[in-house]
């Protein structure tokens, strides 16, 4: 089957196919036109994958599934338990939205310390609530995945978590060797590039997370403070550039 014909067959997006193929999820073969060709085998894993995402696994999660390196009825106990955590959670949240439609309020009307309160007491009696510290994590695990060039589109890990680990180990001993022979090629300077990756990470989450919070109300400005930031930066990185050629 062309991928066309999949697209049609499976009612999924071109760039979906590519990604998991990208992902290595699937390797359809390429034809005399070097047009690929997949196969019944391919269509599938494409099927396997598309249910198991459906049901809230992740891409990397599948990919040790396809590989064999984890154990179906295990990963899906966890989705499960995973699952049954965001019920409870939304649960909650559906009891407030009803209270706030009932009471027929807006934005303006909307009073934030009768729910605020509302929220604490039914937190005391057991019940549960989004957790917005999730959102500082999932934005630290992205900037992590992505500094390593570990992230899928949706910011999840992309490749199986032992992968993962020789991927960052590497990119961090590349930076290392960098950095000493850049220098006086002593152990130090060795280590201190072997650590520039997470002194990035460092920076990027003091400056970019009360911006990630920023953006989820005020996008617009966010984006415009966002690129401000990236002009000034690189504009210290040239002055410091020709300070150091003069030098």
Do not use: H
């Not at 196919?17 to 390797?27: G, P």
């Not at 630290?140 to 199986?160: T, V, Y």
């Not at 920023?214 to 002055?239: D, E, M, S, T």
């Amino acid at each position: 089957m062309t991928i066309k014909e999949v697209e049609q067959a499976l009612e999924i997006p071109r760039a979906t196919i590519r990604f998991y193929e990208k992902e290595k999820l699937i390797t359809p073969s390429r034809n005399g036109n070097a047009y690929r060709e997949y196969s019944n085998e391919d269509i599938a894993v494409l099927k396997k994958v598309i249910v198991l995402r459906k049901i809230g696994l992740s891409v990397a999660d599948i990919k040790e599934l396809l590989d064999e390196k984890a154990s179906l009825q295990e990963v899906i106990e966890k989705n499960v338990a995973d699952l049954q955590e965001r019920i409870k959670e939304l649960d909650g949240a559906i009891k407030i939205c009803k209270k706030i439609q009932f009471r027929q309020e807006d934005i303006n009307s909307f009073d934030e310390t009768y729910y605020w309160e509302e929220i604490q007491v039914q937190e005391k009696a057991g019940s549960r609530f989004l957790d917005i510290v999730n959102d500082t994590i999932k934005y630290e695990k992205k900037i992590i995945l992505k500094q390593f060039n570990l992230a899928d589109r949706d910011g999840n890990l992309s490749c199986g978590k032992i992968e993962a680990l020789r991927n960052a180990i590497g990119i961090c001993i590349v930076t290392g060797i960098v950095n000493c022979l850049l220098t006086e090629r002593t152990i130090e300077e060795f280590i201190d590039g072997f650590l520039l990756p997470f002194k990035w990470i460092l920076v990027y989450s003091i400056f970019g997370l009360p911006l990630y919070f920023l953006g989820k109300k005020y996008p617009k400005a966010a984006k415009v403070i966002k690129w401000i930031g990236i002009g000034i930066f690189l504009l210290i990185l040239f002055l410091l550039i020709v300070l150091s050629v003069y030098n």
